[in-house]
């Protein structure tokens, strides 16, 4: 039999104002099992908390109710309190007389009633409660993370720091992200590349660090310190463990296609490294586009030509590191925490008609801009129309393309391309003085360290024309484009005769960030950027332990904002890992195997992936839950017809038991 | 056409069981009443003689699939019963490469009992919108076009009653149950090895018989099989004391198709509709 | 119950947003009647449907369910589970002669305190005014 | 809905329309209406004339009354609705209106208004389609006698074949090709441009000639820039506006404005056999036929 006792809290006066708390506790007294009741004027004080200690010892009581605030404001204090009395700390139930009832309640009377039922519910449900203890697990002290750009490389660097193991994924054949691929950075000017490819670098040679470039992240199984990852390792067609990076190959290999990196605005070759400063800074056979490939592929009935065989770089190669036997490679690896920093993608703009829906060579994206003038870049830091060569002297540029438009399902604001358009117009007026630029924008937005001064200096200094409004249409004129727009401030069209046109274009998630969190189990939004456990107070945190989120996979964010995400997502992780073991919080679900009759409706429900597969002895497939990936949802247990499934502190009995002593008194 | 039907299981029967297909054969015999079907089991290819269709072959044989330590095993199945071959291979209680289907084309079942037999087609025959089986290895009889959905008249008229009406209407109901389970033993969907009903801890049904008690079985039971029965309406027919049972079957089989445009059992792989969700949905709930 | 006529309602609230909408009423004071009995449950869809006909059965006068909005669930999906039961829990209940009225889903969040009371107080007088339940 | 036959070589199963012209096709578009009708019967397609007909309105109804400029429409929609045959509608301006009527009608308390002011029981079980969508059907087999070879079209659309996209259906509203491979079947080259769907000023003709002057003036110079022998319209206030004021832009922009702006279904009739003058080519304001005659076309 169980000897509990019930605690009422006056709270002062905030709940014996309203409710009569020595009848609350005269009528616990009568409430079956109950051996003690008593009364405090604060129940959470040292001295109230003191009274249940003694208590417990004094009447032996195994269980303990507290009526009083809300078991949110102090649940976790009283089970520490029955704890250091040496209870288990899960012997305990609130009933929640302040906020539920004397705060909300005039009448004493009504209020009083319903306090003695409150306390009632609890008793009952607390007879029924069972002493849980949390399990230890182990961890793996290592750290994946996904996406090597800005964000991604400090994260690693940061975890690296610490002492622990890091494999940093990229998908592409070098790190370094979208920052790599810009000019400079605003508001400061910094040339992108310089203070990017230092940490690049670090990243190749930090020994507590494995760059697995080329390569993405298939399947994610586990749980929070112990998960194991399937990391597919493309197939590269270069022995990276012999090639020096001299550069023989991509010099001379005859097969050119458009460059990724540079946007369409440059070549690469077919084995080639992504841009000068790639790490690593060795090559890839992209066999899509390899001559050796057609040569391999060509079929004689479809008659032609027979290509040439080509295979100059295996010829060339000093070091002998062309191996055509390569496979695409699945790996294994075991980590305890996970940094997601899969960045984003510039927005499409071809969807907008009225800009020429892609047709028009001189219409570019800031993007492409940005290689345009880079000095690295195709044109060596010319900014020149991509149609003809010629040295661009009328620019407008158009703001918010894929960015707060409902028509393209993109109403969000991305953030940094008022920013960087402001930049873009300094820029090329150093470039070039002779340069007009013309912004036509919605707001400007400039909220961040002198980002409005920025923002003024591109039109006070460097004489860009702002104008607010959209651009209705753009059309090929000659050499030239038209381009329509509206003043809405002087409420006048206007038109301007432009040799390059530069679209803003926002910020999107990246490709397949809606299957990576599916693999991983975490949430995204429906423009597939990723969720944060809470967006104000657990920023880097998702609902699914041990799984980070950092920089604009995230959502839109500039540089700076990136590198503190990633390194708060760093200091996480290693928060996580520098512990010897972790506990698991015991209110989870549990599966009766003998009640279970494998119909595995728990599975399909389980958001969290927790139901596994478990056979018995007598060889029926039944439910079993992985307590360490089980969040205590209790969406298994009504989904289970034979009541196989129970949800510790909050069984079935105990929900039960807490309606029946409302309605059968 | 029946003769025809017989015909065709007794062939299929003889050669599943001589090429060693299956082990044993469940489909229908003539009782011992010598009118009404009821089940057979056929181990040897000299006993498929026995076997016969007719439109008194009433009982849902998927039911016997349930057994799970049995080899393979060939069953006769109408459009109904596929239906429930669906619903239990989905919820994993049956093994597809296990069960070897002979669908049958019903031609409608009549209401029959021990020594009587009517010409009346049975109510559920009314509302049938599956003739032909939606599962099959092999079929008997011809594909037939189904007709349009049903209404639900008998539905309709209890809703057009006061609230107050139907709660007297169900209260005598439950006066009436005996809680005997034959329902349960019948519907192809009632298979826990532990019933609720039967739990004491937590107690959801009290062990007396009593209205509240019987109410509680009645419908829980019903909502154990919304977007899960498959309208075979076994559980009325066993029923002793004739509960309308299928009144409440039918109350949610209509909202389930309503809301959530579903019918239990037409295929293996769509998840019925409470172990699913659509988030943009609107089911008329806190809107 | 303070008096046979007063309605027992029942209520079932999710702990994170629906429990903490009715911390917070009471935070601000917002006052509304003292009939509802809460229940702290994690999730709107951990409320089985079997407990709401046992309420019922056993003669309580109405039950209301509360758990995060769509879209915000802790456990992300529990709710859309709930409503999809609770839809055709409300119309088997209805047919069975307890009026639809009577079982109330609401969403409330964290923040909405003195929603959740106009909620529970427009819920009481609607109950009253209905009166007990006329069948078992 | 007539739909389209699969083999175009046996006569082809007859495709019928009711025909709902409007006002300008009675008037100052004459020879749109004499073209269509003649490629229409060349190609086996047959107009019925509505008997009992209105303006849709489109002048001035919808600037002045919401209700009124649905109610003209749906007067017409509710005679076209009770023939059971899909409309066809040549004028860009009408077939604007009664497609917007036909899509606000959808709304039930809209029907239910306008029902009410009409005194009509009105449905929306009615298909309305432009000339140019019904002679566009590319499984209508074009007899072509005299191909339009030399010839370079710049297509026109203008505003209200492609706008509202929701309503009007239209390819691409930015970059429309109906018309575009229509004249290529035809032989024509078409130019590519990016003003198809620009406004010629239309709207404010009246009161604003200025704005009419520059837009349509724009429209016309990178039309002759791509090097367009004429342009094809499929509107009536369209082809007025580029056509008539072609003399006040030689006299404004002190060059000479002179280029032909020709109803698509002209240019059908062209290829399909017809003359000139059947076609009614002497009624432009911007005479085509010196251009015509030098391409071997009249």
């Given at each position: 039999m169980?000897?509990?006792g019930?605690?009422?809290c006056?709270?002062g006066?905030n709940i014996?104002?309203?409710?009569?708390?020595p009848?609350?506790?005269?009528?616990?007294?009568?409430?079956?099992?109950v051996?003690?009741?008593?009364e405090?004027?604060?129940?959470?004080?040292?001295?109230?908390?003191?009274?249940?200690?003694?208590a417990?010892?004094?009447h032996?009581?195994?269980?303990v109710?507290?009526?009083?605030c809300?078991?949110?404001?102090?649940?976790?204090?009283?089970?520490?309190t029955?704890?250091?009395?040496g209870l288990?700390?899960?012997l305990?139930e609130?009933?929640?007389i302040?906020?539920?009832?004397?705060w909300?309640h005039?009448?004493?009377?009504?209020a009083?009633?319903?306090?003695?039922d409150?306390?009632?519910m609890a008793?009952?449900?607390?007879?029924?409660?069972e002493?849980?203890?949390?399990k230890?697990i182990?961890l793996?002290?290592r750290a994946?993370?996904?996406g090597?750009?800005?964000?991604g490389i400090?994260?690693?660097?940061?975890?690296?720091?610490?002492?622990?193991?890091?494999v940093?994924?990229?998908?592409?054949?070098?790190v370094?992200g979208?920052?790599?691929?810009?000019?400079k950075?605003?508001p400061?000017l910094?040339?992108?590349?310089?203070?990017?490819t230092?940490?690049m670098?670090?990243?190749?040679?930090?020994p507590?660090?494995?760059?697995?470039?080329?390569?993405e992240?298939?399947?994610?199984?586990?749980?929070?310190?112990?998960?194991?990852?399937?990391?597919l390792?493309?197939?590269k067609?270069?022995?990276?463990?012999k090639c020096?990076?001299?550069?023989?190959c991509?010099?001379?290999?005859?097969?050119?296609?458009?460059s990724?990196?540079d946007?369409?605005?440059g070549?690469?070759t077919a084995?080639?490294?992504p841009?000068?400063?790639?790490v690593?800074?060795k090559?890839?056979?992209?066999l899509?586009n390899?001559?050796?490939q057609?040569?391999?592929?060509?079929?004689e009935?479809q008659?032609?030509k027979?290509?040439?065989e080509?295979r100059?770089?295996?010829?060339?190669c000093?070091?002998?590191?062309?191996?055509?036997?390569q496979q695409?490679?699945?790996?294994?690896?075991k980590?305890?925490?996970?940094?997601?920093?899969t960045g984003f993608?510039?927005?499409?703009?071809?969807?907008?008609?009225e800009?020429g829906?892609g047709?028009?060579?001189?219409?570019?994206?800031s993007?492409?801009?940005e290689?345009?003038?880079s000095?690295?870049?195709?044109?060596?830091?010319?900014?020149v129309?991509?149609?003809?060569?010629?040295?661009?002297k009328?620019v407008?540029?158009?703001q918010?393309?894929?960015?707060?438009?409902?028509?393209?399902?993109?109403?969000?604001?991305?953030k940094?391309?008022c920013?960087?358009t402001a930049?873009?117009?300094?820029?090329l007026?150093?470039?070039?003085?002779?340069?007009?630029c013309y912004?036509?924008?919605?707001?400007?937005r400039a909220g961040g360290?002198?980002?409005?001064e920025?923002a003024?200096r591109?039109q006070?200094?460097?004489?860009?024309?702002?104008?607010r409004?959209?651009?209705?249409?753009?059309?090929q004129?000659?050499?030239?484009l038209?381009?329509?727009?509206?003043?809405?401030l002087?409420?006048?069209p206007?038109?301007?005769e432009?040799?390059?046109?530069?679209?803003?274009?926002?910020?999107?998630a990246s490709d397949?960030?809606d299957?990576?969190?599916q693999?991983?189990?975490i949430?995204?939004?429906?423009?597939?950027?990723?969720?944060?456990?809470?967006p104000k107070?657990?920023?880097?945190?998702t609902q699914?332990?041990?799984?980070?989120?950092?920089?604009?996979a995230?959502?839109p964010?500039d540089?700076?904002?990136?590198v503190?995400?990633?390194?708060a997502?760093a200091v996480k992780?290693?928060?996580?890992?520098?512990?010897?073991s972790?506990?698991?919080?015991?209110?989870?679900s549990?599966?009766d195997p003998?009640?279970c009759?494998g119909?595995?409706?728990?599975?399909?429900?389980?958001?969290f992936?927790?139901?596994?597969?478990?056979?018995?002895?007598?060889?029926?497939?039944?439910?079993?839950?992985?307590?360490n990936?089980?969040?205590?949802?209790?969406?298994?247990?009504?989904?289970c017809?034979p009541?196989?499934?129970?949800?510790?502190?909050?069984?079935?009995?105990?929900?039960?038991s807490?309606?029946?002593?409302?309605?059968?008194? | 056409m029946?003769s025809?039907?017989?015909?065709?299981?007794?062939?299929?029967?003889?050669?599943?069981?001589?090429?060693g297909t299956?082990?044993?054969?469940?489909?229908?015999?003539?009782?011992?009443?010598?009118?009404?079907?009821?089940?057979?089991f056929?181990?040897?290819?000299?006993?498929?003689e026995r076997?016969?269709?007719?439109?008194?072959?009433?009982?849902?044989?998927?039911?016997?699939?349930?057994?799970?330590k049995?080899?393979?095993t060939?069953?006769?199945v109408?459009?109904?019963?596929?239906r429930?071959?669906?619903?239990?291979?989905?919820?994993?209680q049956?093994?597809?490469?296990?069960?070897?289907?002979?669908?049958?084309v019903?031609?409608?079942?009549?209401?029959s009992?021990?020594?009587?037999?009517?010409e009346?087609l049975?109510?559920r025959?009314?509302?049938?919108?599956?003739?032909?089986?939606?599962?099959?290895d092999?079929?008997?009889?011809d594909?037939?076009t189904?007709?349009?959905?049903?209404?639900?008249?008998?539905?309709?008229?209890?809703e057009?009653?006061?609230?107050e009406?139907?709660?007297a209407?169900?209260?005598?109901?439950?006066?009436?149950?005996?809680?005997c389970y034959?329902c349960?033993q019948?519907?192809?969907?009632?298979y826990?090895?532990d019933?609720?009903?039967?739990?004491?801890?937590?107690?959801?049904?009290?062990?007396r018989?009593?209205?509240?008690?019987?109410q509680m079985?009645?419908t829980?039971?019903?909502f154990?099989?919304?977007?899960?029965?498959i309208?075979?309406?076994e559980?009325?027919?066993?029923?002793?004391?004739?509960l309308?049972?299928s009144?409440?079957?039918?109350?949610l089989?209509?909202?389930?198709?309503?809301?959530?445009?579903?019918?239990a059992?037409m295929?293996e792989?769509?998840?019925a509709?409470?172990?699913?969700f659509?988030?943009d949905?609107k089911l008329g709930?806190?809107? | 119950?303070s008096?046979?006529?007063?309605?027992?309602?029942?209520?079932?609230?999710?702990?994170?947003?629906?429990y903490a909408g009715?911390?917070?009423?009471?935070?601000?004071?917002a006052a509304?009647?003292?009939?509802?009995?809460?229940?702290?449950?994690?999730?709107s869809?951990?409320?089985?449907?079997m407990m709401?006909?046992?309420?019922?059965?056993?003669?309580?006068d109405?039950?209301l369910v509360a758990?995060c909005?769509?879209g915000?669930?802790?456990?992300?999906?529990?709710n859309y589970?709930?409503?999809?039961?609770f839809?055709l829990?409300r119309e088997?209940?209805d047919?069975?002669?307890?009026e639809?009225?009577r079982?109330r889903v609401?969403?409330?969040s964290a923040?909405?305190?003195?929603?959740f009371?106009?909620?529970?107080?427009?819920?009481?007088n609607e109950m009253?005014k209905?009166?007990?339940?006329k069948?078992s | 809905?007539?739909?389209?036959e699969?083999?175009?070589l046996?006569?082809?199963?007859?495709r019928?329309?009711s025909?709902?012209?409007?006002?300008?096709?009675?008037a100052s578009a004459k020879?749109?209406?004499?073209?269509a009708k003649?490629?229409c019967?060349?190609?086996?397609?047959?107009?019925?004339e509505l008997e009992?007909w209105?303006?849709c309105g489109?002048?001035?109804?919808?600037?002045?009354s919401?209700?009124?400029s649905?109610?003209?429409p749906?007067h017409?929609?509710k005679?076209?609705?009770?023939?059971?045959?899909?409309l066809?509608?040549?004028?860009?301006?009408?077939?604007?209106?009664l497609?917007?009527t036909l899509?606000?009608?959808?709304?039930?308390?809209t029907l239910?208004l306008?029902?009410?002011?009409?005194?009509?029981?009105?449905?929306?079980?009615?298909?309305?389609?432009?000339?140019?969508?019904?002679l566009?059907?590319?499984?209508?087999s074009?007899p072509?006698t005299?191909p339009l070879?030399?010839?370079?079209v710049?297509?026109?659309y203008?505003?209200?074949?492609?706008?509202?996209p929701e309503?009007i259906g239209?390819?691409?509203a930015?970059?429309?090709?109906?018309?575009d491979?229509?004249m290529?079947?035809l032989?024509?080259e078409?130019?590519?441009?990016?003003l198809?769907?620009?406004?010629c000023?239309?709207?404010?003709?009246?009161p604003?000639l200025?704005?009419?002057l520059k837009?349509s003036?724009r429209?016309l110079?990178?039309a002759?820039?791509?090097g367009?022998?004429?342009?094809?319209?499929?509107?009536?206030?369209?082809?007025a506006n580029?056509?008539?004021?072609q003399?006040d832009?030689t006299?404004?922009?002190?060059e000479?404005t002179?280029l032909?702006?020709?109803?698509?279904?002209?240019?059908m009739?062209l290829a399909?056999?017809?003359s000139?003058?059947?076609?009614?080519?002497d009624?432009?304001?911007?005479?085509?036929?010196?251009?015509?005659?030098?391409?071997?076309?009249?």
């Amino acid at each position: 039999m169980s000897r509990i006792g019930v605690f009422v809290c006056h709270c002062g006066t905030n709940i014996g104002g309203v409710v009569d708390v020595p009848k609350v506790v005269e009528a616990a007294k009568q409430m079956p099992l109950v051996v003690f009741a008593d009364e405090n004027k604060y129940t959470c004080s040292e001295l109230g908390q003191a009274s249940i200690r003694n208590a417990i010892d004094e009447h032996r009581l195994d269980r303990v109710v507290v009526a009083a605030c809300s078991p949110r404001m102090h649940e976790n204090t009283f089970r520490r309190t029955v704890a250091a009395a040496g209870l288990n700390p899960y012997l305990l139930e609130i009933a929640n007389i302040r906020e539920h009832c004397s705060w909300v309640h005039s009448d004493h009377d009504e209020a009083t009633v319903k306090a003695i039922d409150h306390v009632q519910m609890a008793v009952a449900k607390v007879a029924r409660h069972e002493a849980l203890f949390p399990k230890t697990i182990g961890l793996t002290k290592r750290a994946l993370v996904i996406g090597g750009g800005v964000t991604g490389i400090q994260a690693a660097l940061d975890i690296a720091a610490t002492g622990h193991e890091v494999v940093l994924v990229e998908r592409e054949p070098s790190v370094g992200g979208r920052m790599a691929q810009l000019d400079k950075t605003f508001p400061t000017l910094d040339c992108s590349a310089c203070i990017l490819t230092p940490k690049m670098v670090d990243v190749a040679q930090h020994p507590n660090i494995t760059l697995l470039s080329y390569s993405e992240v298939k399947e994610v199984r586990g749980f929070v310190g112990n998960f194991e990852v399937d990391i597919l390792k493309k197939a590269k067609m270069v022995d990276h463990s012999k090639c020096t990076g001299c550069g023989t190959c991509w010099q001379k290999c005859p097969g050119k296609v458009s460059s990724e990196f540079d946007l369409g605005l440059g070549q690469r070759t077919a084995i080639y490294i992504p841009f000068a400063q790639a790490v690593p800074n060795k090559p890839v056979i992209d066999l899509e586009n390899c001559r050796y490939q057609t040569f391999l592929k060509w079929d004689e009935s479809q008659g032609g030509k027979k290509p040439p065989e080509c295979r100059i770089c295996e010829k060339i190669c000093p070091t002998k590191s062309i191996d055509w036997e390569q496979q695409d490679e699945i790996v294994t690896e075991k980590f305890g925490a996970i940094v997601v920093a899969t960045g984003f993608k510039t927005f499409d703009h071809s969807v907008y008609g009225e800009y020429g829906g892609g047709r028009y060579p001189d219409v570019i994206s800031s993007l492409q801009l940005e290689r345009l003038m880079s000095a690295a870049g195709p044109t060596e830091g010319e900014v020149v129309r991509p149609s003809d060569g010629a040295h661009v002297k009328n620019v407008v540029f158009v703001q918010c393309v894929g960015s707060r438009d409902d028509r393209v399902g993109r109403p969000y604001c991305s953030k940094v391309c008022c920013m960087y358009t402001a930049k873009h117009a300094i820029m090329l007026k150093e470039h070039d003085p002779d340069v007009q630029c013309y912004v036509f924008y919605i707001d400007v937005r400039a909220g961040g360290k002198d980002f409005e001064e920025f923002a003024r200096r591109a039109q006070d200094e460097s004489g860009a024309i702002y104008l607010r409004g959209r651009v209705s249409h753009i059309y090929q004129d000659g050499k030239n484009l038209k381009v329509l727009g509206e003043d809405s401030l002087i409420g006048r069209p206007v038109e301007i005769e432009a040799d390059l046109v530069v679209l803003a274009t926002g910020m999107e998630a990246s490709d397949n960030a809606d299957t990576l969190a599916q693999t991983l189990n975490i949430s995204y939004t429906i423009y597939n950027f990723l969720i944060e456990a809470h967006p104000k107070l657990r920023p880097v945190e998702t609902q699914t332990d041990g799984v980070f989120v950092a920089g604009s996979a995230v959502g839109p964010r500039d540089i700076p904002e990136c590198v503190a995400h990633g390194s708060a997502a760093a200091v996480k992780a290693v928060a996580l890992l520098s512990q010897d073991s972790l506990k698991s919080d015991p209110l989870t679900s549990i599966v009766d195997p003998m009640k279970c009759v494998g119909c595995f409706a728990c599975k399909v429900v389980c958001p969290f992936n927790a139901i596994e597969e478990q056979v018995t002895r007598d060889k029926r497939t039944v439910s079993s839950i992985n307590e360490n990936l089980c969040k205590g949802c209790g969406l298994c247990v009504v989904a289970c017809r034979p009541g196989a499934i129970n949800l510790r502190g909050f069984t079935s009995q105990q929900l039960l038991s807490e309606v029946l002593t409302l309605v059968r008194e | 056409m029946a003769s025809d039907f017989t015909q065709q299981i007794r062939e299929k029967a003889r050669e599943l069981l001589e090429d060693g297909t299956v082990e044993c054969v469940i489909g229908y015999e003539t009782g011992s009443d010598g009118i009404s079907a009821r089940p057979a089991f056929i181990y040897n290819a000299a006993d498929v003689e026995r076997l016969v269709f007719d439109n008194t072959c009433t009982h849902n044989l998927v039911k016997y699939l349930l057994n799970k330590k049995a080899k393979s095993t060939a069953v006769v199945v109408k459009g109904c019963d596929s239906r429930a071959l669906n619903l239990l291979l989905s919820e994993r209680q049956i093994e597809r490469d296990k069960a070897f289907v002979v669908g049958v084309v019903c031609p409608g079942i009549v209401e029959s009992r021990w020594n009587e037999r009517s010409e009346q087609l049975q109510k559920r025959c009314d509302w049938c919108r599956q003739h032909t089986p939606v599962v099959s290895d092999f079929m008997v009889g011809d594909p037939v076009t189904e007709q349009p959905p049903a209404d639900f008249a008998d539905v309709a008229e209890e809703e057009a009653k006061t609230a107050e009406e139907r709660a007297a209407f169900w209260q005598q109901q439950a006066e009436r149950c005996i809680r005997c389970y034959a329902c349960r033993q019948a519907c192809p969907g009632c298979y826990c090895t532990d019933c609720f009903a039967e739990s004491l801890d937590p107690e959801w049904v009290g062990i007396r018989i009593a209205p509240a008690e019987s109410q509680m079985w009645n419908t829980i039971r019903a909502f154990h099989l919304a977007g899960r029965c498959i309208s075979c309406n076994e559980c009325e027919r066993v029923c002793p004391v004739n509960l309308p049972l299928s009144l409440l079957n039918r109350k949610l089989e209509q909202k389930v198709l309503e809301l959530f445009d579903y019918r239990a059992g037409m295929s293996e792989d769509a998840p019925a509709p409470l172990i699913t969700f659509k988030k943009d949905e609107k089911l008329g709930i806190a809107e | 119950m303070s008096e046979n006529s007063a309605p027992l309602i029942i209520g079932f609230l999710c702990n994170w947003c629906s429990y903490a909408g009715a911390d917070m009423a009471g935070t601000s004071r917002a006052a509304y009647p003292s009939n509802i009995r809460i229940l702290r449950v994690p999730c709107s869809g951990r409320v089985d449907p079997m407990m709401i006909v046992k309420c019922f059965q056993e003669g309580a006068d109405a039950v209301l369910v509360a758990g995060c909005h769509p879209g915000d669930c802790h456990y992300n999906e529990g709710n859309y589970y709930g409503r999809r039961r609770f839809a055709l829990l409300r119309e088997l209940l209805d047919f069975m002669g307890v009026e639809r009225e009577r079982f109330r889903v609401e969403w409330v969040s964290a923040s909405e305190g003195k929603r959740f009371a106009k909620i529970v107080t427009d819920f009481t007088n609607e109950m009253t005014k209905m009166g007990p339940r006329k069948a078992s | 809905m007539v739909q389209a036959e699969s083999s175009s070589l046996e006569p082809v199963a007859k495709r019928v329309y009711s025909y709902y012209p409007g006002c300008s096709l009675h008037a100052s578009a004459k020879e749109f209406d004499v073209s269509a009708k003649l490629v229409c019967q060349k190609l086996g397609i047959e107009l019925r004339e509505l008997e009992d007909w209105i303006c849709c309105g489109a002048s001035a109804a919808h600037s002045t009354s919401h209700l009124l400029s649905l109610a003209l429409p749906a007067h017409t929609l509710k005679q076209a609705g009770e023939k059971g045959l899909p409309l066809a509608v040549p004028c860009a301006m009408c077939f604007s209106r009664l497609r917007i009527t036909l899509h606000e009608l959808k709304k039930k308390e809209t029907l239910d208004l306008v029902s009410r002011t009409l005194e009509k029981e009105l449905s929306t079980d009615v298909t309305v389609e432009s000339m140019l969508d019904v002679l566009a059907n590319e499984s209508i087999s074009l007899p072509v006698t005299k191909p339009l070879e030399r010839l370079k079209v710049a297509c026109y659309y203008g505003c209200l074949l492609a706008r509202p996209p929701e309503v009007i259906g239209c390819d691409d509203a930015e970059n429309p090709q109906t018309m575009d491979r229509l004249m290529g079947r035809l032989g024509a080259e078409v130019a590519d441009w990016g003003l198809k769907t620009s406004c010629c000023g239309a709207g404010v003709s009246f009161p604003r000639l200025d704005i009419v002057l520059k837009l349509s003036h724009r429209i016309l110079s990178l039309a002759r820039s791509t090097g367009a022998d004429c342009i094809a319209v499929a509107c009536p206030m369209c082809h007025a506006n580029l056509d008539m004021y072609q003399k006040d832009m030689t006299a404004k922009h002190k060059e000479k404005t002179n280029l032909p702006v020709l109803y698509f279904t002209q240019l059908m009739g062209l290829a399909l056999g017809f003359s000139p003058k059947e076609l009614h080519l002497d009624r432009h304001l911007t005479d085509p036929l010196p251009m015509l005659r030098e391409k071997g076309l009249a």
